[in-house]
């Protein structure tokens, strides 16, 4: 579960960095006239590869074991969940892909108890 869970976080970077590199030089995938509830599409792009960073990161604290790895691989996704429902407006199918994404991911690092104690 946990190496899914490291595997979806790398997904999720992946798809907040093309949205936010897109975002950022004003791509025309985005609808014009899209509203945005805090901020513009730029602050937007930012904050979306500010979140793609922390994912990445995340990532490899999950590949690498231990249980800070994992908290902070849910508190990142939790932000970045939290962060997607302020587009749902604008977005609302890649809003909640997004956001369904995050849970799934939140599930698989928290259903994961740790390493069984050898006897």
């Not at 798809?15 to 599409?41: K, M, P, Q, T």
């Not at 930012?46 to 979140?51: A, H, P």
């Not at 990532?59 to 994992?70: D, K, N």
């Not at 199918?93 to 849970?103: E, G, H, T």
Request: charged residues 10%; neutral net charge.
């Amino acid at each position: 579960m946990v190496a899914f869970a490291a595997v979806l976080l790398i997904i999720l970077a992946f798809f907040n960095g093309l949205d936010a590199i897109a975002a950022i030089h004003r791509s025309h995938v985005f609808v014009a006239g899209a509203h945005i509830v805090l901020g513009d599409l730029r602050a937007w792009g930012w904050t979306l590869l500010s979140l793609a960073i922390l994912q990445a990161a995340a990532a490899l604290g999950v590949l690498v074991g231990g249980q800070i790895g994992r908290w902070f691989g849910v508190t990142v996704l939790s932000v970045n969940a939290f962060a997607h429902m302020w587009v749902v407006p604008a977005y609302p199918f890649w809003s909640l892909v997004i956001i369904a994404l995050d849970i799934v991911a939140i599930y698989a690092l928290c259903v994961y108890g740790g390493r069984p104690e050898e006897a």
